[in-house]
Structure formats: C-alpha cells, structure tokens
C-alpha cells in the first residue's frame, strides 16, 4: 500500500512560482511511475507531467517550458516546479504513483492518490 501526501500549494500572481511536493510511505518511489493531475471542478482530471522510475519525464503541452518534475528517491518524494503560472493553471493538483514501465500520463491508469493540494493563481 502506497500513501501520498502532498504539499506546497497556495496562491500567487500570475507569473509568479510554486513548488508542490508529494511524500509517500508504504513503498519507495525508484520503481514507480509517477505522475501529477490538476482537476477544476466540473472537469475530468488531466495529466500534468510523469516521470518514471528512470527519471524519464513527459508533460501536457501547456505546461511545457515553464513546469518541471522531478523525484528525490532516498526520500521518496516528488516534486513539481511550476514557474510563470497563469490563471489558468488554476485547480486542484493531485499526486499519483502506479507500479509500471515507463510513465503514463492518463489518470485512469493510476491507482494511487493524494488528497490533493490547492493552487489558485490570480491575474
């Protein structure tokens, strides 16, 4: 059983930066795929950015050139850098881990969740 727990959310301007963190317990992360959502509500969730056990990463289109995943596996956590952020990136931010080969970014694949940390970034 693997637990997530993130952190790091909050609100900023528009243009300005948040790092989210992610630490789990119950398993190591080195042979996981892991992956960040966002959901708004009212919305299907979506696949901001994966990364797998060999720290190869992918990201959504929107978010490419300004957010970065990235994995620390001696202490199990994950982190999401996200810079010059728009109002629109604006939702809940989930972390998720699967035991698979690669990454994945279609939540659907996932089977571990957090209980979500709050961004909201303002114009």
């Known amino acids: 059983q693997v637990q997530l727990v993130e952190s790091g959310g909050g609100s900023v301007q528009a243009g300005g930066s948040l790092r989210l963190s992610c630490r789990a317990s119950g398993h190591t992360y080195s042979t996981y795929c892991l992956g960040w959502f966002r959901q708004v509500p009212g919305n299907e969730r979506e696949g901001v950015a994966t990364?797998?056990?060999?720290?190869?990463?992918s990201y959504v289109d929107s978010v490419k050139g300004r957010f970065s995943i990235s994995k620390d596996d001696a202490k199990n956590t994950l982190y999401l850098q996200m810079n010059s952020l728009k109002p629109e990136d604006t939702a809940m931010y989930y972390c998720?881990?699967?035991?698979?080969?690669?990454?994945?970014?279609?939540?659907?694949?996932?089977?571990?969740w957090g209980q979500g940390t709050q961004v909201t970034v303002s114009s």
């Open positions: 998720a881990a699967v035991k698979t080969e690669g990454w994945v970014l279609d939540y659907l694949q996932y089977n571990y």
């Open positions: 990364i797998d056990g060999d720290g190869f990463a």
